[in-house]
C-alpha cells in the first residue's frame, strides 16, 4: 500500500513523526504490518540488538540511560523498546520505563518506544519483534529492549537480541533459588546493579562463583561476563559498553549475527499468526459462535470444529 | 444523563481503540500527585498511558507524543507559569506538524486565563475538583476526534 511505503522513505529520512505512525500501524492492523516489514526486508540487518532483562526494579531502565548517553558519544543511533506489563483486568497499561530516560527525549540520534505487552502471553508481541526491523530499516544501528523480565519473555528476548543482559541487584545473594531460576541461565553478560548499596559483594561474590562453577551456562565459545555497576552513580557504564561490544564482535565472527536473525523472522512469523488467530477466536465467542455447539460435537471435536471455520472463513476474506 | 450503559459504551470504545495517552508534569514545581491520580485513572479505565515524570519541558512532551504516537496529551502544570508553557508546547506542536494531537491541562488555573489558553489551541482546561470521569470521558471523545483528522489519517491511518 501507497501509506505505508511512503511513510517508510520519510521514517528513512530522519521523520520520526512518521516512524512513530509506522508503529503504530505494526500495533494495530496486522495486514499493514505485514506490507511495512515486507519493504524492510529489501534490506540486509545491520543493527545491534541489546536485550535487557532481570527482576523488576533492579535498574533496567536507568542503565539503559546510561548506555543511550554513552552510544551517542560514540555517534550511533540508539531506538529503544520498553515493553512494560498490560494489566489484564482493566486492559491499561501505565508505561513508566520512559520516565528514567527522558533526558534524551529530544536528541536527535534517540528513538524511543513504549510497548505494552497487551495480553500476549510472552510478552513480547509481534509489534514488538516487528519493531526491532523497523528500527535497523531506517538506520538505528542500536536497538535496546527492555523486557519486563519474567517467564517466557525471556526465551523470546533469547531469540531476537544479539546481546543479553541480565541485570541483578544486591540483597538476592543468599537466594540461590532466585538466582538459579531460569531467567538467571540466559545472560551474555550479567550486571549487578545497584552495586553502591550494601551487600554489593556478597552478592558479586556469588554470582563469581556461580559463573566461574558454570552454572550460569557457557555458550558456544563465550563465557558469560559478570560486572558491577551503579546507574545511578555512573560507575561500571564504560567498562560494561566495553563488555557489550566485545560479544558482539564474538557474534558478528561466530555467524551467530545471521543465525539470530533468521530466529527473529521465524518468531515474527509466528506471533503475527497467533496474533491473526486468536483475534478471529475472540470475535467468533464475543458473537459468532454457535451457542449450541456443544450439543452437536463433543468437545475435542467442537474445538476442532472451530477452527476449521477459523481457517476456512481466514481463507475466503483474507482475515 | 449517565447511568449503566453509557459507561459500558465507554469502556467498550476504550477497549476497541486502544487510546494512547501522555501525561506529563510542565515546569518546575515537584507536585505530581495530581498527575499521577489522572494517569492511574485513565490506565484503569484501560487507556495506555504514558507518563514522564516531573520538571518537563514542552521540547520533551512534544517528543514524546511524536515518537510515542500518542491520541492525546493532557498536562499538568501547579507553578503557576501555565500561560507562557503552554503557548510554548502549543507552537512547537504546530512546528513540528503535530497539532491534531488535542491537549487537555488540569492544575489550579485562575478563571481569567482559561479564554486564552483555548485561544492558543489548548482543547479543554480541567479545574480542581474535576471528576475523573469527566477527564475519562472527555479524553475518549479527544482520542475520537483525533482519528478523524485528515492530515493525520494522511499519516498512515489504520
Ligand atoms: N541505589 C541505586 N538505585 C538505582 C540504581 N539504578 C536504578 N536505581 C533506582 O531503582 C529504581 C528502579 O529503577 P528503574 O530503572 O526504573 O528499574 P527497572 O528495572 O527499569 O524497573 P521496571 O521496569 O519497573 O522493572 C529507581 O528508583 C532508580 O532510581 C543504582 O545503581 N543504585
Ligand atoms: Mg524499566
Redesign the interface.
Known amino acids: 500500500m501507497e501509506?505505508?511505503r511512503?511513510?517508510l522513505r520519510s521514517a528513512l529520512n530522519g521523520d520520526?513523526?512518521?516512524?512513530?505512525?509506522?508503529?503504530?500501524?505494526l500495533?494495530?492492523?496486522p495486514k499493514?504490518a505485514g506490507e511495512v516489514i515486507t519493504y524492510t526486508l529489501d534490506k540486509e540487518p545491520d543493527a545491534h540488538v541489546i536485550g535487557v532483562t532481570g527482576i523488576p526494579g533492579s535498574g533496567k531502565s536507568t542503565l539503559i540511560s546510561k548506555l543511550i548517553t554513552q552510544y551517542k558519544e560514540d555517534n550511533h543511533k540508539i531506538a529503544v523498546i520498553a515493553i512494560d506489563p498490560?494489566?489484564p483486568l482493566?486492559?491499561?497499561?501505565?508505561?513508566?520505563d520512559?520516565?528514567r530516560m527522558?533526558e534524551h527525549?529530544?536528541d536527535p540520534s534517540v528513538?524511543?518506544?513504549?510497548v505494552?505487552t497487551?495480553g500476549v502471553k510472552g510478552g513480547l508481541s509481534f509489534s514488538g519483534v516487528a519493531m526491532i526491523e523497523v528500527f535497523d530499516y531506517v538506520g538505528y544501528d542500536k536497538v535496546i529492549v527492555e523486557s519486563i523480565g519474567v517467564g517466557q519473555t525471556d526465551i523470546d528476548i533469547m531469540n531476537i537480541a544479539h546481546t543479553i543482559l541480565v541485570v541483578t541487584t544486591p540483597g538476592l545473594g543468599d537466594d540461590i533459588q532466585a538466582l538459579k531460576a531460569g531467567i538467571m541461565e540466559i545472560g551474555d553478560i550479567y550486571v549487578l546493579n545497584k552495586s553502591d548499596k550494601e551487600g554489593a559483594e556478597k552478592t558479586y561474590s556469588y554470582l563469581e562463583f556461580a559463573l566461574e562453577s558454570y552454572e550460569l551456562g557457557v555458550k558456544r565459545g563465550w563465557t558469560p561476563k559478570l560486572i558491577k555497576t551503579s546507574a545511578l552513580f555512573g560507575w561500571g557504564i564504560d567498562q560494561l559498553v566495553d563488555l557489550i561490544e566485545e560479544h558482539y564482535k564474538y557474534v558478528l565472527e561466530s555467524g551467530l549475527y545471521n543465525e539470530k536473525i533468521g530466529r527473529r523472522r521465524m518468531l515474527m512469523l509466528k506471533l503475527l499468526s497467533e496474533k491473526i488467530f486468536m483475534s478471529l477466536l475472540e470475535e467468533y465467542f464475543n458473537k459468532g459462535i454457535d451457542r449450541d455447539i456443544l450439543r452437536k460435537y463433543d468437545l475435542y471435536n467442537a474445538s476442532i470444529h472451530l477452527i476449521r471455520e477459523i481457517v476456512e472463513k481466514l481463507i475466503k476474506y483474507g482475515g | 444523563m449517565g447511568g449503566t450503559s453509557d459507561i459500558l459504551e465507554l469502556a467498550r470504545d476504550i477497549?476497541n481503540m486502544?487510546i494512547k495517552v501522555l501525561v506529563a508534569k510542565l515546569g518546575l514545581d515537584g507536585h505530581d500527585r495530581g498527575a499521577k491520580v489522572v494517569?492511574?485513572a485513565?490506565?484503569?479505565?484501560?487507556?495506555?498511558?504514558?507518563?514522564?515524570?516531573i520538571r518537563?519541558?514542552p521540547?520533551?512532551v512534544v517528543?514524546?507524543a511524536?515518537?510515542?504516537?500518542v491520541d492525546v496529551i493532557g498536562v499538568s502544570i501547579l507553578s503557576g507559569a501555565h500561560i507562557p508553557l503552554m503557548k510554548r508546547l502549543m507552537n512547537l506542536l504546530k512546528e513540528?506538524?503535530?497539532d491534531y494531537i488535542p491537549v487537555f491541562l488540569g492544575g489550579s488555573i485562575p478563571i481569567p486565563d482559561i479564554e486564552a489558553l483555548h485561544k492558543m489551541g489548548v482543547d479543554k482546561v480541567f479545574l480542581p475538583g474535576t471528576s475523573l470521569k469527566e477527564v475519562i470521558k472527555y479524553t475518549v471523545e479527544a482520542a475520537k476526534r483525533k482519528r478523524g483528522y485528515r492530515e493525520w489519517r494522511d499519516?498512515?491511518?489504520?
Open positions: 501509506g505505508s511512503e511513510l520520526k513523526r512518521a516512524l512513530g505512525r509506522l508503529l503504530t500501524i500495533e494495530s492492523s499493514k498490560t494489566s482493566s486492559r491499561g497499561a501505565l508505561l513508566g520512559r520516565i527522558q527525549a529530544t528513538f524511543i518506544r513504549s505494552p497487551r | 477497549r486502544r494517569a492511574r485513565l490506565k484503569d479505565a484501560g487507556m495506555e498511558v504514558i507518563y514522564t515524570g518537563q519541558t521540547e520533551q517528543e514524546t511524536i515518537q510515542e504516537d513540528k506538524r503535530v499519516l498512515g491511518n489504520y
